[in-house]
């Protein structure tokens, strides 16, 4: 029976690099694969899975409109698909979410999916968020935060590494740094405005 995953981790934990290792390895034994990419990171140009480590590759970019089971079930019934990879996946919308459950239910094919689970407040995105409800499999690939701790966390620097508190949740191409919790301090940064007393 196929499953939806979700990989999920901090930023830096190579996400991208697992993705394009599990095509390599579908592909190596005969598979075909999909890959999915939203349009909107474009950083290395649109429709480009990269890593970090410096491996990328061709990918469908999709948009919060698409519908990515009829764009999944179209492709489908001309080659038959084995696997379908998602990066990026927190940008996914409700319904798309809902449309790879679909895919994975209804086409029998396996989607995996690669996300951060919270942007740079702690707030979770609107894709983590279904995928955690709905995903068969949950899988967290670990990276650790500059004090040694586990990193959950993803906080927002700018240009001169400074820590940047407030802005839009999506902002492509700020950097960012994986802390843990503690480190990240969320009591400080949530727009949920709880703060203990001294």
Not at 175 to 189: C, D, G, I, Q
């Amino acid at each position: 029976m196929a499953k939806l995953y979700f990989y999920y981790s901090a930023m830096n934990a190579g996400k991208s690099t697992t993705l394009l290792q599990s095509a390599h390895n579908y592909e190596e034994r005969g598979m075909r694969v999909m890959l999915h990419t939203p349009q909107l990171d474009n950083r290395e140009g649109a429709g480009i899975v990269s890593s970090r480590i410096g491996l990328d590759r061709k990918a469908d970019a999709f948009s919060p409109t698409d519908d990515l089971y009829i764009k999944i079930s179209t492709a489908h019934r001309t080659i038959p698909i084995d696997c379908i990879l998602v990066d990026e996946s927190q940008f996914l919308t409700c319904r798309q979410v809902l449309q790879l459950t679909l895919v994975a239910d209804r086409l029998g094919i396996p989607v995996l999916c690669y996300g951060i689970r919270t942007d740079f407040q702690g707030e979770p995105f609107e894709g983590s968020k279904y995928l955690l409800a709905w995903a068969d499999e949950l899988i967290e690939i670990k990276t650790i935060c500059r004090t040694g701790k586990k990193a959950t966390m993803n906080a927002r620097l700018d240009k001169d590494g400074k820590r940047v508190w407030a802005g839009e949740q999506i902002e492509i191409g700020s950097h960012y740094e994986a802390l843990s919790r503690k480190e990240f301090h969320l009591e400080r940064v949530s727009p949920v405005g709880y703060h203990p007393p001294e």
